[in-house]
């Protein structure tokens, strides 16, 4: 009943690069728009990085634009390559699928299907 699984997360040194896979059921993997958010302890959960389908569009939120890539591989895993790694990275990210309207969009209450997240811990 999983549709979404993240993978890649884990205890990462500050300057150093993430690379999180999310793995999509047979129904999901041609979802109409993929997506990663994450949130930190006492925060709201944010939107980090949504590709349209095989990547006709990209979309980032400024704290990490300029520094993250999201992709789809040849397997049709949704790739977040995130780089310089900074503490303020650090939280449960979760990836997200939606089939309808536009893609740029960030409320996470307009994503339908969702992952179990991963952790991700940027020390110093």
């Known amino acids: 009943q999983v549709q979404l699984r993240e993978s890649g997360g884990g205890t990462m040194q500050a300057g150093g690069t993430l690379r999180l896979s999310c793995a999509a059921s047979?129904?999901?993997?041609?979802?109409?728009?993929l997506g990663w958010f994450r949130q930190a302890p006492g925060t709201e959960r944010e939107g980090v990085a949504i590709?349209?389908?095989?990547?006709?569009?990209t979309y980032y939120q400024s704290p990490v634009k300029g520094r993250a890539t999201i992709s789809r591989d040849a397997a049709k895993n949704t790739i977040l390559e995130l780089r310089n790694l900074r503490p303020g990275d650090t939280g449960m990210y979760f990836c997200a699928a939606r089939n309808k309207g536009p893609c740029y969009v960030w409320d996470r209450r307009e994503w339908t299907f969702w992952g179990q997240g991963t952790q991700v811990t940027v020390s110093a």
């Open positions: 590709i349209y389908r095989d990547g006709g569009s």
């Open positions: 047979e129904q999901l993997t041609g979802s109409r728009c």
